[in-house]
């Protein structure tokens, strides 16, 4: 997934397309699976108040996302659900590209290596924090209330746990759709606009930054009147600074 992001300035087209399903399309994990972390952190009760459909409607490299229905008022959420003991993998993961990176020689000799994995090792532990993730996102909620350029989902306490995260499902297509390619330059500078002034509040203003902007974690929204909004749906890997290090 990370390779991915920057794979066309190295790797060849049909290697980087296929590498970019991983940001939002790898492979499901059964149901049933997925059910036992479920039960594991949502009480019976709570877990009979929702039609949860089996089929994922996104999956990424630390969990899958299911859309389900409240049964008593028919609102609609998408339960981000994290894989059976993801959290215990990231060691053997991170070896695993370690090896990957030296025998493609992709990085020059001198390259401090240790730095950059202790950091991605830091940052994919905070990704498997569930529970930090949502206040990550209740807070960008908060911040961005006013802005009507941008739709963050609302967190739904009562359907939380340790490994899942319940928020209001939130329509939109991916950013290298084929509708976002076709629509005028106009309408595409906007929201290029709309992506460039959020980075700039958050790096200058707020002191919080998503460090994890790939196209898995946003979608557009588009709008008949051509004011098309950012979906903004992945806080797990936010990193709060001081004004010392800006």
């Known amino acids: 997934q990370m390779i991915s992001m920057d794979g066309e300035l190295f790797l060849p087209p049909e ?4 590498l970019k399903t991983l940001q939002a399309q790898s492979p ?3 149901f049933e699976e997925i059910e036992k972390v479920l039960k594991a952190n949502l009480s019976t009760e709570r877990l009979s108040e929702l039609e949860i459909d089996p089929v994922a409607i996104g999956t990424a490299s630390l969990g899958q996302v299911h859309k389900a229905r409240i049964k008593a008022t028919g609102e609609l959420l998408a339960l981000k659900i ?16 370690r090896r990957f990176l030296s025998a493609l020689e992709l990085l020059p000799g001198n390259f401090q290596t240790d730095i950059m994995f202790s950091e991605v090792r830091g940052m994919l532990a ?5 529970e930090l993730e949502i206040e990550h996102t209740k807070k960008y909620r908060e911040l961005f209330s006013g802005d009507t350029r941008f739709i963050i989902p609302k967190i739904y306490p009562d359907y ?5 995260i319940a928020m209001s499902f939130e329509k939109g297509i ?3 759709d084929v509708l976002v390619k076709a629509l005028s330059s106009e309408r595409r500078n906007r929201l ?24 898995g974690n946003y979608k557009i929204r588009l709008s008949p009147d051509g004011n098309d909004q950012l979906v903004l ?4 890997a936010v990193r709060k600074y001081d004004k010392k290090f800006l």
Do not use: W
């Open 160 to 164: 939380c746990g340790p490994k899942v």
């Open 174 to 176: 991916s950013a290298d």
């Open 126 to 130: 905070q990704e498997v924090n569930y």
């Open 15 to 18: 290697a980087n397309e296929f």
């Open 82 to 97: 994290q894989y059976p003991a993801v959290d215990k993998a990231i060691d053997s993961d991170l070896k695993a590209i």
């Open 28 to 30: 499901p994990l059964r």
């Open 192 to 215: 290029a606009m709309s992506f460039l002034d959020i980075y700039f509040r958050e790096l200058f203003e707020l002191g919080y930054v998503q460090t994890d902007p790939h196209l």
């Open 233 to 236: 749906l992945d806080f797990g």
